[in-house]
Every structure is written in structure tokens, then in C-alpha cells.
């Protein structure tokens, strides 16, 4: 058992039985009253987000989750085919695990998996990817004044919005938190 003090944003509890990922934590102390901390936490069976108070000083489960970083190797169906660096076995992931993300990873790129009893509960990209375009709008010369964004398609098929200057074949860096774009790979 641990106290509520050392929980942060990504810990997982075990919470009323079923594992909960905190997303947001935040310790208040209202005036005249005793401090609380209001958790906001995201159920990894079922991805329904669960808010709770929880008293200054109370203790919380918290799950032993180990973090392994493996290669993507392909998707297969609604899973995602990774292997462990280190043993080679191979581990099937949901792709919902990976969210909107699951489109931007190619083969090769090194993913973050948590498990608890060789279960896998979440799964997270690299926070940088690097992908070739594999169609865009051609870029017209002094297109670089404005801020303005095109679409573009992207070797994995997933579009992102990229500067108008880029062109197709290009190798550019996408940040996976937002989509956005970070800059030309040269």
C-alpha cells in the first residue's frame, strides 16, 4: 500500500477491483477545510473515466506494472504484432491500446508496453516519429512566408497536416501527441 501523496499522472491503481490509470491529479485545500486530492482516472478494461476524492494521507493500491520497450514488427486484424528485444516473443496488442496512433507506426519503431501478469494494459508510440511522404500538393517556390498547412499522405496511409513547402519523398518529423508537425529530417 502506498499513500496518495506518491500517485502521479500515468500511475495505475487497482481501484474498487479493476486496474485505473490516473490521468489528472490535483491536491486542493480549501480554505477552512482538510486537503483532498481529486483524481481523475481512466478504467484499462473498459476506457470509462472515473473521477474520485481521495483524503490527504489515505492509502491506494497500486498495481506492479512492468514498462518494456518493444519493436512494432506489423498489424495483424485489430491487434498489433510487437516482439520483446530481449527474448523475441512475440506479444499481440490491441491496436486500441495505441488509440489514433496505431496509424502513424511502421515497422521497426520502438513502442512502450505496460503488463501486469504478462497481460498487456497500455500501449504508447514513440512520442517522435519519422515518416516519408508519400503524397502531397506540390510546394510552390516562396511558400515559406506563411504559416499555412496542406495535407499530406504519409507511408503508414495516415494524413497530417504539413507546411506548404514539403514535398512528396520528403522525410518529415511528426510529433505523436497532437499529429503536428516538428520539422524536415534531413
Not at 491503481?13 to 486542493?28: A, F, P
Not at 498489424?75 to 512475440?90: A, C, H, L, S
Not at 496505431?102 to 503488463?115: I, N, Q
Request: hydrophobic residues 40%.
Amino acid at each position: 500500500m502506498a499513500d496518495i501523496g506518491d500517485v502521479r499522472t500515468g500511475t495505475i491503481l487497482k481501484y474498487n477491483g479493476e486496474l485505473c490509470q490516473v490521468t489528472e491529479i490535483v491536491h486542493r485545500t480549501p480554505g477552512n477545510l482538510r486537503a483532498f486530492y481529486q483524481a481523475k482516472m481512466k478504467n484499462l478494461k473498459t476506457g470509462k473515466i472515473v473521477e474520485n476524492r481521495f483524503r490527504a494521507g489515505e492509502a491506494v493500491d497500486i498495481a506492479r506494472v512492468e514498462f518494456k520497450e518493444m519493436q512494432f514488427i506489423y498489424p495483424e486484424g485489430e491487434n498489433m504484432v510487437v516482439m520483446d528485444n530481449e527474448t523475441f516473443e512475440q506479444v499481440y496488442v490491441p491496436a486500441e491500446m495505441f488509440g489514433e496512433n496505431a496509424k502513424l507506426l511502421k515497422e521497426g519503431m520502438t513502442v512502450k508496453v505496460a503488463f501486469e501478469n504478462e497481460q498487456p494494459l497500455t500501449a504508447e508510440a514513440p512520442t517522435f516519429v519519422e515518416l516519408e511522404i508519400t503524397y502531397t500538393e506540390p510546394g510552390v517556390k516562396g511558400d515559406t512566408a506563411t504559416n499555412t498547412l496542406k495535407p499530406a499522405t504519409v507511408e503508414t496511409g495516415a494524413t497530417v497536416n504539413v507546411p506548404l513547402f514539403v514535398n512528396t519523398g520528403e522525410v518529415v518529423k511528426i510529433d505523436t501527441r497532437d499529429w503536428s508537425y516538428a520539422g524536415k529530417v534531413k
